[in-house]
Nanobody, 123 residues
Framework: QVQLVESGGGLVQAGDSLRLSCAAS????????MGWFRQAPGKERESVAT????????YYRDSVKGRFTISRDNARNTVYLQMNSLIPEDTAIYYC????????????????WGRGTQVTVSS
């Protein structure tokens, strides 16, 4: 059983930056592909960024490309999401997710989820 705990959310102004962290415990972190997802009020949960076990492959949704960077530190059992140039449309609860193996998680196929951290961007 893997536990995921997100941190780093908050209330910021448009143009600001935030760094989200997701600390994993209870499993072999390096065996899991990881992802960040978000869910805004009234909307479905969507994938923001994913990263492979060895960090050699990353994916970003189009709306965050060039602004967000996903990374992981397998020695610290932690995955990060650096968010720059934030815009109000980035406002959502951000969730960390893990999927065992080489295939990155989706909103449907993730094995484990954190409880989320709120990110609010004011204009």
């Amino acid at each position: 059983q893997v536990q995921l705990v997100e941190s780093g959310g908050g209330l910021v102004q448009a143009g600001d930056s935030l760094r989200l962290s997701c600390a994993a415990s209870g499993g072999s972190f390096w065996l899991y592909s990881m992802g960040w997802f978000r869910q805004a009020p009234g909307k479905e949960r969507e994938s923001v960024a994913t990263i492979s076990r060895s960090s050699d492959t990353t994916y970003y949704r189009d709306s965050v490309k060039g602004r967000f960077t996903i990374s992981r530190d397998n020695a610290r059992n932690t995955v990060y999401l650096q968010m720059n140039s934030l815009i109000p449309e980035d406002t959502a609860i951000y969730y960390c997710a893990a999927r065992w193996g080489a295939v990155v998680p989706t909103a449907v196929t993730a094995d484990y989820w954190g409880r989320g951290t709120q990110v609010t961007v004011s204009s």
